[in-house]
């Protein structure tokens, strides 16, 4: 019996010690508490003899915390997702993964399950932290997506075309669900570009989204008064009709950007040239587009890597790796950064939120309730 209550006593000490460690890191109000790791006892936890705790004990001496308030504030880093097979202690090099996916806009896209990235930053980031590192030999960008802001894709599309000019590393594009747009924009500025057999491609065209909700918010009594200075300062508002010379001159804006698409895919990919159906925002399959000469080669991201690795002189063994920040996964080539919103409410009015859309767009067919939750 005396066993008994002398076990007994002797755990309620360890839990006071445990309780009065919490309680003290808790009492350090410089910086936020946190607890890293797990704690596990398996098994029985047996205390034989006498614990006599004498004397005074004393901690002294500061101890800070800290625990990340927000999702975005680490440097990216460089993380292996497939060793090298090379056995010796020479650098061989390696081949990063730049992932592009979701909708292209220059602006964060927040929300609930989001990482409240810029897809425009995070990819000026990535080609900059690959810059720095002289291990990296070849780039593939892995794309899933349907496009985007003119003015994203084009911002870009010329950091690929600088890092291409700095660096004289060569970048293969590897295009997967979708590859439209202003996705397929960017990926017409790198040295090659790979679809997979049911990736859609194509996508050459401009729009902008425009709503007339004149008539559905006098149903609710709304009438809109601006009061403006210029006649045209609100044109393709949504609150009223759009009068022919404002349309006149939206279109004329939508054809220079059109025009300006096909001019350069042109002079990179002359065989498309031929092809009247490429630069009509039409969509096509990667064997059709392979015909259409708007790709180079039909086959998979691993394909794209055996591309990279050739044409850089890289060689089978030598690693791939991609950049993630500290709380992204990533652990193969498909993995995706969770940038996309989960929106509470499900439904979506076109037009109500039209200050928050981006203008012209190279986009494919874009679900509005998919652009708006994006914040595009």
Known sequence: MDALRESCWMLAMLRLLLLLTLIIGMGCRTRPFSMRGIMDVNGAMKMDGKMDVAGDMKMSGNMNTSMKTDNTASRLSSVVIQSGKNSSCEPIGKLAIIDVDGILINKNISGLGSMNENP????????????????????????????????????????????????????????????????????????????????????IGVILNVYNLEDTLGQFNIASEPIKAGDQIDIASTERAMEKGERATLQKIADSFHSRFIDHVKSVRPNSAGVKENFGGGIFTGADALKNGLIDDVGYLDDAIALARIKSNLGTDSSVVMLRRDNDRAYSQFDVTPNTPYSLLPIKMPGLDRSTLPTFLYLWQADPSYLTSAGG
Not at 124 to 145: F, G, T, Y
Request: proline share 5%; glycine share 10%.
């Open 120 to 203: 425009v930053a995070l990819f000026r980031e990535k080609l900059d932290a690959l810059r720095l590192d002289p291990m990296v030999r070849a780039v593939v960008l892995r794309i899933n997506s349907p496009g985007g802001g003119v003015t994203a894709a084009d911002i870009m599309s010329r950091d690929v075309i600088s890092f291409r000019q700095e660096t004289q590393i060569p970048v293969v594009a590897c295009l997967m669900d979708v590859g439209a747009g202003g996705a397929y924009y960017l990926a017409s500025h790198t040295d090659a570009i790979i679809a997979h057999p049911t990736s859609i491609v194509g996508g």
